[in-house]
């Protein structure tokens, strides 16, 4: 009976899946994985787990999704790129050992496609002008001439994948060129090409381009570009600021993928801390009257939950810290300080000293400070951590980790002190912001 059941949920899971992810990674066992899908801004979690014995996975992905499949392997510190067509995908790849990835099998058909057109595209636009260029340096009568001359037309002679059977892997390769041509202005010309190219791509890109994780690096180029020929702070704001309205006038803040726009850029400016113009387009968006895309109001949610004054969410911990605390309420002190931070941060490295400092006379005030680390791998913190004095925790999903998504962190380090009431008191890049608060 036992088995039948087991039989019935396996075929219903099976059933409600829209289509399967499978794959073997080689020499990559008892490891860990992490899968998104992504969107046009952001992408969406759909697991964290652990490779079988053998390095196998699996996975049922419930919704359609024709898209960009993101596979990251944090102990080998290396990433996968799959292209969904919602159809069942089974790589079979190798973890070599000198760290890098060779494909056995890509999956399936439009994978197989994608990965031929990754190693065209390399022979052809990295390989072949190498070789051509040394190529010059050699004459006739050296052995090595003819084999680099048979090398050059070799690869000359190669032909394009055709991608014309799979729309999305043309306008993700399309897409991921117009980022490469966009990265960089040197003049006030190339600034207004670039920012028009990307406007227009915005307006009237596809349905291709919601699921292809590309706005981010696009955003990025135009906000870069915007700014890149100034003289100071000021001119430096006054054009990012006029670039931005351009761009949202132009998209349209009544569509959603205007709207999306503006919750993405509300995020890079929280990110690089221009809380001027975050502020202004926080306001811009909370005025808005027609309805609002999902996106938008997540961001316009989590900027109005995670300020001063507010009450900071009851983060569940991944562990009893110190034995007895399962969620950050249970610890009942006088004031808590939140600590957001990295073992790859710089800025973290350098604040966290001034931190051990305060930390002393803070506990002996009724405080408590709990520490929430970005990271992917666990060794490196394990080792900070072994010189930290107080209560430390991480669930090791980098910038997916729960605590940073329900404290809306856009950059660490940062600090929330909050009392006895969970009330957040003051929220800070900088311990030295935060020690006369303390009575």
Sequence with gaps: MKKLLMSCFLISSILQAQFNLKGT?????????????????????????????????????????????????????????????????????????????????????????????????????????????????????????????????????????????????????????????????????????????????????????????????????????????????????????????????????????????????????????????????MKEAESLTCEISPDLKNTIEKNNNIKEGKIIPNIKFTHKLDGKYSSLYDIKTKYKLILVWATWCGHCKREIPYIKQFYDNFKKSGGEIIGFAIEYEKEPWEKMIQDIPWLNDSDFLYWDSNFSKELNISGTPTLFLVDKNNKILKISAKISDITNLIK
């Design 25 to 281: 990674i080689n020499n990559y066992f008892n490891k860990r994985v992490i899968i998104k899908l992504n969107k046009s801004f952001d992408d969406v979690l759909i697991g964290n787990l652990n490779t079988s014995i053998n390095g196998e996975i699996s996975i049922p992905i419930r919704e359609k999704y024709h898209g960009i499949i993101e596979i990251t392997l944090p102990d080998a510190k290396k990433s996968l790129t799959f292209i969904s067509d919602n159809t069942n995908i089974n790589f079979n790849i190798t973890l070599n050992s000198d760290n890098n990835l060779q494909f056995n099998n890509a999956g399936n058909p439009i994978n197989t496609i994608y990965q031929d057109y990754q190693n065209y595209d390399l022979k052809k636009n990295i390989i072949l002008p190498e070789l051509e260029s040394i190529f010059k340096t050699y004459t006739p009568s050296e052995d090595f001439y003819n084999q680099i001359k048979n090398e050059i037309q070799k690869i000359s002679n190669l032909k394009e994948p055709d991608l014309a059977p799979y729309p999305f892997l043309q306008y993700y390769i399309k897409t991921s060129e117009l980022i490469k041509i966009t990265e960089n202005a040197t003049n006030n010309n190339e600034v207004l090409i670039i920012q028009k190219q990307i406007t227009e791509h915005f307006k009237n890109a596809g349905e291709e381009f919601e699921t292809s994780g590309l706005g981010r690096s696009l955003l990025y180029n135009y906000l870069k570009s915007s700014a890149s020929i100034t003289n100071n702070q000021n001119e430096w704001e006054d054009k990012l600021d006029k670039s931005i309205q351009s761009l949202l006038e132009e998209v349209g803040e009544d569509t959603s993928r205007g709207q999306d726009i503006l919750s993405a850029t509300i995020n890079f400016l929280n990110s690089y801390g221009i809380t001027k113009l975050s502020n202004k387009y």
